[in-house]
């Protein structure tokens, strides 16, 4: 238990380090999320990039507006999300595979099959596809994305839904609600304002997961984590036991018999490193099972369960 505890606190105080040095990073060069946020909590419905940009440039600082060159909208792709890990799937069975043989070649007809069902499908589903209620909002000037930043991360902005209040105890008093984005003619949609990470982070496919459907799976793979762990501290625990005993055995042993507990021994060590082996493939495959919105939280989880295993 001591360890474990030893362990978290290790990668808490790494973590840290990491997001320390991001920063200093940051501050000396240009990148594109440094003039743009990830937008969270917008209506399905909502999928007129200019209506949304239009919104940003009269809501999103309090005092002033802000320039919006450009609006990425994270669409609903459920329908084909499905069918692209299946080609995925299949494409990674086809490693290491006879192109020749007959179970390639029927691999290989039903991604074909599969890339013209979607091609197919691509005009029809345009028509009627609805967003993830998470946009990319790209804004003209960096100052203004650090302003907008600030304004929607604040404790009262996360915990009430307000502006920051002024005056000497602005801290301790909240401001104005902050605005919410209209359905309809009505404004009722509170949305979550952050950061957005590079474009080449965001897991496009995985933005209109449900959030109930996210926390499902993650306890799912916890779960089996967890179960698993428990099984390998069991087993490695016998095999402790185990060399205590045959080291035990050893001391009072000679010959032939001597070599043979200690060859039983470097046996047993092998089937701990085999079990952590095996912890180390499962927690990168639960890892990419859970619905993550960028890939660097898919690695983070996948490191997390890999380091406590």
Same mark, same amino acid.
């Given at each position: 238990?001591?360890?474990?505890?030893?362990?978290?606190?290790?990668?808490?105080?790494?973590?840290?380090?990491?997001?320390?040095?991001?920063?200093?990073?940051?501050?000396?060069?240009?990148?594109?999320?440094?003039?743009?946020?990830?937008?969270?909590?917008?209506?399905?419905?909502?999928?007129?990039?200019?209506?949304?940009?239009d919104w940003f440039e009269k809501n999103a600082l309090r005092s002033r507006e802000a320039k919006v060159v450009k609006v990425v909208i994270g669409w609903d792709v459920d329908e084909f999300r499905e069918k692209r890990k299946r080609i995925q799937e299949l494409q990674k069975q086809l490693t290491?595979?006879?192109?020749?043989?007959?179970?390639?070649?029927?691999?290989?007809?039903?991604?074909?099959?599969?890339?013209?069902?979607?091609?197919?499908?691509?005009?029809?589903?345009?028509?009627?596809?609805?967003?993830?209620?998470?946009?990319?909002?790209?804004?003209?000037?960096n100052t203004d994305l650090k302003s907008v930043v600030k304004r929607w991360n604040s404790m009262w902005a996360w915990l009430f839904y307000r502006d920051v209040g002024s005056g000497l105890f602005r801290c301790c008093c909240g401001g104005e609600p902050l605005p919410k984005f209209e359905l309809?003619?009505?404004?009722?949609?509170?949305?979550?304002?952050?950061?957005?990470?590079?474009? +080449?982070?965001?897991?496009?496919?995985?933005?209109?997961?449900?959030?109930?459907?996210?926390?499902?799976?993650?306890?799912?793979?916890?779960?089996?984590?967890?179960?698993?762990?428990?099984?390998?501290?069991?087993?490695?625990? +016998?095999?402790?036991?185990?060399?205590?005993?045959?080291?035990?055995?050893?001391?009072?042993?000679?010959?032939?018999?001597?070599? +043979?507990?200690?060859?039983?021994?470097?046996?047993?060590?092998?089937?701990?490193?085999?079990?952590?082996?095996?912890?180390?493939?499962?927690?990168?495959?639960? +890892?990419?099972?859970?619905?993550?919105?960028?890939?660097?939280?898919?690695?983070?989880?996948?490191?997390?369960?890999?380091?406590?295993?």
């Open positions: 238990l001591a360890c474990i505890i030893l362990l978290c606190f290790i990668i808490l105080i790494t973590y840290q380090r990491m997001a320390i040095t991001d920063q200093k990073v940051d501050q000396d060069n240009l990148l594109p999320n440094d003039f743009a946020v990830l937008v969270k909590g917008l209506p399905k419905t909502a999928t007129d990039e200019r209506a949304i940009a290491g595979m006879d192109s020749s043989s007959p179970e390639a070649t029927e691999i290989k007809q039903e991604i074909k099959s599969l890339v013209e069902h979607l091609k197919s499908a691509a005009p029809e589903v345009a028509t009627r596809l609805q967003g993830s209620g998470v946009a990319v909002v790209v804004f003209q000037h309809g003619e009505q404004a009722v949609c509170k949305i979550k304002v952050i950061r957005a990470p590079n474009p +080449g982070d965001i897991n496009w496919e995985e933005l209109a997961v449900p959030k109930r459907e996210r926390m499902v799976m993650m306890v799912k793979t916890n779960l089996v984590m967890l179960l698993l762990i428990m099984v390998t501290f069991a087993i490695t625990w +016998g095999i402790a036991k185990a060399q205590e005993e045959i080291n035990d055995e050893a001391d009072h042993t000679a010959g032939s018999s001597r070599f +043979g507990f200690q060859a039983l021994s470097v046996v047993l060590g092998l089937v701990v490193s085999l079990m952590n082996i095996i912890l180390t493939i499962v927690a990168r495959h639960l +890892g990419k099972l859970e619905y993550h919105m960028t890939h660097t939280t898919e690695e983070f989880s996948q490191a997390l369960k890999m380091s406590i295993g």
